[in-house]
C-alpha cells in the first residue's frame, strides 16, 4: 500500500496561501509601483531585461569546418572546449602570420 503525505502546514503564517477573492483584488505592478516608488524607477523597474549583457569585447560569429579528429580532442577536454580552441589559436598567431 502507498502511504500518502499529508499537506505540510502553512510555515508562514504572514503570508498564506491566496485566495479566489485576492486574486480578484490584485493588480499588475505597472499600476502599482508608480505610486509606491515613483514614474522613473518604475519604469526602469518594468523594463524588459533581456539575454546576456552587451560586451564590450564581442566574438565574431562565424561558420568553421574542422577535421573531426581535431574537434573531437579540443571536446574531449570537457565544457568550455570552444574557448579553449579560440585560446590555441591565439597562441599560434603569436608566433605565425594569419596569412
Known amino acids: 500500500m ?5 499537506p505540510a502546514p502553512s510555515i ?3 503570508n498564506p496561501e491566496w ?4 486574486f480578484a483584488r490584485a493588480r499588475p505592478a505597472s499600476e502599482v509601483l ?12 518594468l523594463r524588459p531585461k533581456r539575454g546576456r549583457p552587451v560586451s564590450a569585447n564581442p566574438k565574431a560569429h562565424v561558420n568553421l569546418r574542422l577535421d573531426p579528429d581535431v574537434v573531437a580532442a579540443f571536446r574531449a577536454t570537457g ?3 570552444q574557448t579553449r580552441l579560440n585560446a590555441a589559436l591565439k597562441d599560434w598567431l603569436k ?3 594569419p596569412a
Open 2 to 6: 502507498v502511504e500518502r503525505r499529508k
Open 12 to 14: 508562514d503564517d504572514e
Open 19 to 22: 485566495t479566489t477573492e485576492d
Open 34 to 45: 508608480p505610486k509606491l516608488v515613483g514614474k522613473a524607477a518604475a519604469a526602469e523597474m
Open 79 to 81: 565544457r568550455g572546449w
Open 95 to 97: 608566433d605565425h602570420s
